[in-house]
Nanobody
Framework: EVQLQASGGGLVRRGGTLRLSCAAS????????IGWSRQVPGKEREGVAC????????YYSDSVKGRFTISSDKAKNTVYLQMNSLKAEDTAVYYC????????????????????WGKGTQVTVSS
């Protein structure tokens, strides 16, 4: 069973940093890309980053490019999201999911229809 668990969220001041972790289990890590999305109540889920385990390529939304960094520790089956220069608009629940590693879903951050989202982690940025 594919399982992903996001952790590392918290309350941080504007301009601060957080590092989120996504621990994966139940599947061969290299068989999927790992994507991060976020959701604010009342709004659609937004894809923010994706790590391609196939070629270690990384992809970011315009809203986080230059501030967030996605990386992987394959020995630990874990993907990280380092978030710097946090803004109030980064406040959301952050989720990770296994994404088909071939095709355009990871590069385009198209996570629609994925059902393996794990429990999210709340990030709150105070202004």
């Amino acid at each position: 069973e594919v399982q992903l668990q996001a952790s590392g969220g918290g309350l941080v001041r504007r301009g601060g940093t957080l590092r989120l972790s996504c621990a994966a289990s139940g599947f061969t890590f290299d068989d999927y890309a790992i994507g991060w999305s976020r959701q604010v109540p009342g709004k659609e889920r937004e894809g923010v980053a994706c790590f391609s385990t196939y070629d270690d390529a990384t992809y970011y939304s315009d809203s986080v490019k230059g501030r967030f960094t996605i990386s992987s520790d394959k020995a630990k089956n874990t993907v990280y999201l380092q978030m710097n220069s946090l803004k109030a608009e980064d406040t959301a629940v952050y989720y990770c999911a296994a994404v088909p590693k071939y095709g355009s879903r990871c590069p385009t951050l198209d996570f629609s229809g994925l059902t393996n989202w794990g429990k999210g982690t709340q990030v709150t940025v105070s202004s």
